[in-house]
């Protein structure tokens, strides 16, 4: 009982001086600000850039037309993964102005090709050493390539950025619309933004699928000129 009163000492202390420390961390928290504004950088990073994203190594483009969504996005770039495996799904950035933070989102976003109801079921599969910064309050997770204490990248460290997705096996097959984003600051102080949405196509089991397709078609066979030559 009586070793309360020097924790509270201890609290009145050093309780202003977190919020303090807080407070200084909040106007320093660039790539974290958007958990407070729907994952999304450009509230806030109003001004637009373009043909400053690319992304890279990827299985050819796609173009679905109207998706599931109703959005219509023209052939974006697409990568493909069988569930169970990883998928490194790969960009840079090209001759920034300033400083950066690389956002990577949508994972929550369901398929756009076969169903509504169909949703990613993935791991983070990066390789120690390859930081992804989680960002998460109470909406769904962002991971942002940032200097690692929530500050931005100087424009020299342009990548390629690549992060790895383990896609569990339980994942339906189809196609999911995921987005890469780069914001920051250019010289000018202007909050500067570009975003690119890409494609991840969740492909069945193919060698599996068609030797099995290929093998009950040929036991069909066998048994059809059996039933042909046997005795009627
Ligand atoms: C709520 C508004 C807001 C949102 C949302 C926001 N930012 Fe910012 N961001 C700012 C402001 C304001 C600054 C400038 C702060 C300063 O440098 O004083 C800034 C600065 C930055 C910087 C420069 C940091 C540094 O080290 O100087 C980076 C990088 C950055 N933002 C990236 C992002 C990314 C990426 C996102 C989305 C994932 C994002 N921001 C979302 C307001 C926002």
């Known amino acids: 009982?009586?070793?309360?009163?020097?924790?509270?000492?201890?609290?009145?202390?050093?309780?202003p001086f977190v919020f303090g420390l807080g407070w200084a961390g909040v106007a320093t928290a660039r790539p974290s600000y958007a958990t407070s504004a729907g994952n999304?950088?450009?509230?806030?990073?109003?001004?637009?850039?373009?043909?400053?994203?690319?992304?890279?190594?990827?299985d050819g483009v796609l173009d679905l037309g109207t998706q599931l969504d109703g959005n219509t996005r023209g052939a974006l770039q697409l990568f493909q993964v069988v569930?169970?495996?990883?998928?490194?799904?790969?960009?840079?950035?090209?001759?920034?102005?300033?400083?950066?933070?690389?956002?990577?989102?949508r994972l929550e976003k369901s398929g756009?090709?076969?169903?509504?109801?169909?949703?990613?079921?993935?791991?983070?599969?990066?390789?120690?050493?390859?930081?992804?910064?989680?960002?998460?309050?109470?909406n769904p997770p962002y991971y942002t390539k940032d200097?690692?204490?929530?500050g931005g990248l100087p424009a020299s460290s342009a990548g390629p950025f690549s992060f790895d997705l383990f896609i569990d096996p339980?994942?339906?097959?189809?196609?999911?619309?995921?987005?890469?984003?780069?914001?920051?600051?250019?010289?000018?102080?202007?909050?500067i933004y570009q975003?690119?949405?890409f494609y991840l196509e969740v492909v069945p089991e193919p060698a599996l699928g068609a030797s099995a397709l290929t093998m009950l078609a040929s036991l069909g066979a066998v048994y059809a000129s059996r039933r042909r030559l046997g005795p009627s």
């Open 170 to 191: 339980a994942t339906p097959p189809d196609v999911y619309d995921l987005e890469f984003a780069i914001g920051g600051v250019n010289t000018n102080s202007d909050l």
């Open 83 to 105: 569930p169970g495996n990883t998928v490194t799904l790969s960009m840079q950035v090209l001759s920034w102005d300033g400083v950066f933070a690389v956002q990577f989102k």
């Open 40 to 58: 999304s950088c450009s509230g806030c990073h109003t001004t637009p850039e373009s043909g400053r994203l690319q992304i890279d190594g990827t």
């Open 112 to 138: 756009q090709q076969s169903s509504l109801t169909n949703f990613l079921s993935w791991l983070e599969d990066n390789v120690p050493g390859n930081t992804w910064t989680l960002q998460e309050v109470s």
């Open 1 to 15: 009982m009586s070793s309360r009163r020097p924790i509270l000492v201890l609290a009145s202390v050093f309780v």
């Open 195 to 197: 975003d690119q949405h």
């Open 147 to 150: 200097d690692g204490s929530d």
